[in-house]
């Protein structure tokens, strides 16, 4: 039986995650409290196996209490994060401190997609509670490593290389955070990034990751010239895919498959590089729920690109690189540490 606590200065937002996660058999809501102060002296006497966390409480806020939490007595913490431009920036800077990932506080909404969202939940719950969240205490008690130097130039010249498409979910921005604030100015490739996430907090995110990389990011936008040393997060709700002129490489942001499970897709984007430019592109596919990204994978295997992987032990959900791995479609099954310095000598072989 998992068991999770409830953490809302909403009456309301209290009831709704409650009442949802006790329809599910295997899991247990042990404690309801209305701030970060009750809510950490509760974490402290249930010792519960996730806790969903507002951020913004009185007496105490709900990144503060995820600070004590992740110094203390380590485990998943889910946010409840509202889809605004605020709330995106709250909810990234709470996964830098441990956060595995959030819930949206639509949930509360009387919806047609109230199903969806209640399976969402419970999903996530029982993924991020079976993962035991081994490498996230494993952080939160470990010095913080240097960062190692990757550098652009090859002894072998020009890179085979020149596309990166990342497919990421569950977890994700901490670990892209980490991989694109390690590359270098010259990085020699464009990169593009499929990341679940709502389109209140794509734009924050590319922001955010601009402002601690020596590359540039952005948002992609329509008709966008994909560039060495600059990278495209997909935007929240729509898919990114290449347009492969003479000259160069246009990015489109589409709506197109609208079916998608996933909107960005990581199967759309890297289908999409796998069509526009073969062996040129290389597929990172890191931590996620799910499969989303095996089938790009596997196409733009067939065009004779390249795929890594990131590692069981370093993902917070290993599920989209298992998939990825267990169809043995991955070249190299990395550490997220790794991953950077890897991605580069890849474009290389």
């Known amino acids: 039986m998992i068991k999770v606590l409830v953490v809302d200065d909403s009456a309301f937002m209290r009831k709704a995650i409650s009442t949802m996660l006790d329809k599910d058999p295997g899991i247990t809501v042990v404690g309801v409290a209305r701030n970060?102060?009750?809510?950490?002296?509760?974490?402290?006497?249930?010792?519960?196996d996730v806790v969903t966390m507002d951020i913004e409480m009185p007496e105490m806020?709900?990144?503060?209490?995820?600070?004590?939490?992740?110094?203390?007595?380590?485990?998943?913490?889910?946010?409840v994060s509202s889809l605004t431009t605020e709330g995106a920036e709250s909810t990234l800077k709470a996964m830098e401190l441990g956060a595995v990932d959030f819930i949206p506080k639509q949930l509360s909404k009387v919806s047609l997609d109230i199903i969806k969202i209640e399976r969402d939940l419970i999903e996530k719950v029982k993924t991020v509670a079976?993962?035991?969240?081994?490498?996230?205490?494993?952080?939160?008690a470990a010095p913080r490593k240097v960062r190692r130097p990757v550098t652009a130039t090859r002894a072998g010249g020009r890179p085979v290389r020149d596309v990166v498409a990342i497919g990421v979910s569950t977890g994700g921005p901490p670990v892209v955070q980490k991989i694109l604030s390690s590359l270098p100015a010259d990085f020699p490739a464009g990169i593009l990034i499929?990341?679940?996430?709502?389109?209140?907090f794509t734009g924050p995110f590319a922001a955010r990751l601009d402002s601690v990389s020596q590359i540039t990011v952005k948002e992609a936008e329509n008709g966008d010239v994909l560039r060495p040393g600059h990278a495209y997060v997909a935007p929240g709700g729509r898919h990114i895919i290449l347009d492969q002129k003479v000259s160069h490489i246009n990015v489109l942001v589409t709506d197109e498959p609208a079916d998608a499970l996933y909107k960005p897709s990581a199967n759309v984007l890297i289908g999409s590089v796998a069509q526009a430019v073969g062996r040129r592109g290389l597929g990172v596919i890191l931590t996620g729920m799910g499969n989303d990204g095996c089938e790009g994978i596997r196409a733009l295997k067939g065009k004779g690109g390249r795929a890594l992987a990131q590692s069981d032990s370093t993902c917070v959900v290993y599920g989209m690189p298992k998939a990825v791995v267990e169809n043995n479609l991955a070249d190299e099954i990395v550490d997220l540490d790794d991953m950077a310095e890897s991605i580069m000598a890849n474009l290389y072989k």
């Open 61 to 79: 806020d709900g990144l503060t209490a995820l600070r004590h939490i992740m110094m203390e007595c380590p485990r998943p913490v889910l946010m």
């Open 36 to 48: 970060g102060r009750v809510g950490l002296d509760m974490v402290r006497k249930l010792d519960p």
């Open 194 to 200: 499929a990341q679940h996430m709502p389109a209140a």
């Open 130 to 140: 079976a993962r035991k969240m081994r490498h996230v205490a494993a952080r939160a």
